[in-house]
């Protein structure tokens, strides 16, 4: 996926990897794992994944969420 996704936005590898409902819907229900689990899945760092989850205002358990991934 890396060479595929090579200067692709979030937004872009979320939906040509068919997980963009899945997103929305973790964003929505305020599902951190899943979040997180799915920008892992699309290979974005864990510094971008943090940002993105400040930027969602779903930052409360990142400390402890991002151990277990």
Known sequence: M???CAGMTVNER???SNY????DKA???KDV???ISI???IEIDDE?????LI???LTGRIKVLFFLF
Do not use: G, W
């Open 39 to 41: 920008l892992k899945k």
């Open 20 to 23: 963009m409902k899945y997103f």
């Open 33 to 35: 794992n899943t979040v």
């Open 2 to 4: 890396q060479e595929q």
């Open 14 to 16: 979320l939906y040509v």
């Open 27 to 29: 964003v929505k229900n």
């Open 55 to 57: 930027r969602l205002k």
């Open 48 to 52: 971008s994944i943090h940002s993105i």
